[in-house]
């Protein structure tokens, strides 16, 4: 028999390895509430759709997000 062992829920590690950024990154977005989360005990996790809805989210801060852009393809408009 086969369970299905859906992860609902990740903590700020798993979190950051799922996003390819730092702990402290994702730590630093839960704090600034960029991203949600939910203290259980002493763990903080993280639901794995807010992940995905934080990926599809535009930048909060769109004058950053176009000089990055700029930086990466050699353009400036």
Same mark, same amino acid.
């Given at each position: ?15 950051? *390895? +799922? ?7 994702? %730590?630093? =977005? ?5 991203? $949600?989360? @939910?203290?259980?005990?002493? *763990? +903080? ?7 995905? %809805?934080? =990926? ?5 801060? $769109?004058? @950053? ?13």
């Amino acid at each position: 028999m086969q369970r299905d062992e859906t992860v609902l829920a990740v903590g700020i590690v798993e979190a950051a *390895r +799922r996003l390819g950024l730092s702990a402290r990154t994702v %730590a630093t =977005l839960v704090l600034r509430c960029e991203l $949600p989360s @939910r203290k259980i005990g002493r *763990r +903080r996790i993280i639901p794995v759709n807010a992940l995905e %809805a934080f =990926l599809r989210r535009g930048p909060l801060d $769109p004058t @950053r997000n176009k000089s990055f852009l700029d930086e990466e393809t050699g353009t400036k408009e």
